[in-house]
């Protein structure tokens, strides 16, 4: 299945892309961020991010269906 992806922050840094459509036999956002982890080098373990699929909010094992958008949102610091 093909599904986007969006990158914010640091993983738009490591991925040095802030999107891109990827195939994919990953079933749930779990296994995508694992096998997108592998392709990019991700340093943010997959407890620590936020995830949506379609905008919506979803939890790390909410599965896939070809063409979801999917953004990963890792915490991000400030003031």
Request: glycine fraction near 6%.
């Amino acid at each position: 299945m093909k599904i986007t992806i969006h990158y914010f922050a640091m993983l738009r840094e490591q991925a040095r892309r802030d999107e891109e459509s990827r195939e994919t036999n990953a079933t749930t956002v779990a296994e995508l961020y694992a096998e997108l982890t592998q392709a990019h080098g991700f340093t943010i373990p997959a407890g620590n991010l936020r995830a949506a699929v379609n905008d919506a909010f979803v939890k790390m094992d909410a599965p896939l269906r070809d063409g979801d958008v999917v953004t990963f949102i890792p915490p991000v610091a400030g003031g």
